[in-house]
């Protein structure tokens, strides 16, 4: 089945450091790939939809500034969350999107600790 | 506009009993249906989805969902749990005229299941 990798699996660093998530399609082409928060109450909260070659669509209530999205490729999609603070602190799941009755490929994920 | 609800946070069973995961869904046309688990610090993996005929859907694990387009249900069910069992079980749904695959998640269920 389709893989999708996401590195790195967790980060810590600290406050004000700038973090980059990437999200690659292992063995097909993503032209849409999709990057969830994921609370500790368990919820996915999707962030924000990355098209190939365009800009990324952002939900309502998400800093475009903060969390900076590149989708340069049809395989790779990287998130960035730039100057990190204690509150930025969650799990990232990347997924890669699918048309008609097919399932999305989740990454694994990205535990993010700033201190 | 699609949604769905997953009515309970938790859900206990011991080994060996049945067990059975709720979800109800709201969307305009016809829905693709699915559910996922995700285990601890893990993405999330496909287990089964509903699309058209058949209305009680085999899938991986021994999970079988049934589809109810009266009471716009799709539970997860499972004849015998198992410990391995326990997990976090999130249901979705996609409008079958929406594009790139974006799917509306529920809350999530955490299942456990004890010896």
């Known amino acids: 089945g389709a893989v999708v990798s996401q590195h790195p699996s967790r980060v810590i660093c600290k406050s004000g450091t700038s973090v980059k998530i990437e999200c690659r399609s292992l063995d097909f082409q993503a032209t849409t790939m999709f990057w969830y928060r994921q609370f500790p109450k368990q919820s996915l909260m999707l962030m924000a939809t990355?098209?190939?070659?365009?800009?990324?669509?952002?939900e309502q209530g998400v800093e475009k500034d903060k969390f900076l999205i590149n989708h340069a490729s049809l395989t790779l999609s990287t998130l960035t969350v730039t100057s990190a603070h204690p509150e930025d602190s969650s799990f990232y799941i990347c997924?890669?999107?699918?048309?008609?009755?097919?399932?999305?490929?989740f990454g694994d994920g990205t535990r993010l600790s700033i201190l | 506009a699609q949604s769905v609800a997953q009515p309970e946070d938790q859900v206990n069973v011991a080994e060996g009993n049945p067990l059975t995961v709720k979800c109800t869904y709201s969307v305009s046309g016809n829905p693709y249906l699915f559910w996922y688990v995700q285990y601890p610090n893990r993405g999330l993996q496909f287990l089964l989805k509903y699309i058209t005929g058949d209305n009680l859907v085999k899938g991986s694990y021994g999970f079988e969902a049934e589809f109810n387009k009266s009471q716009t249900s799709f539970h997860l069910k499972k004849p015998s749990a198992l410990v391995s069992d326990s997990a976090l079980y999130f249901c979705a749904v996609r409008d079958r005229g929406t594009n790139a695959g974006k799917s509306t998640f529920g809350d999530g269920t955490t299942l456990t299941v004890k010896p």
């Open positions: 990355s098209n190939e070659g365009s800009k990324a669509t952002y």
């Open positions: 997924s890669a999107g699918s048309r008609g009755d097919q399932p999305q490929h």
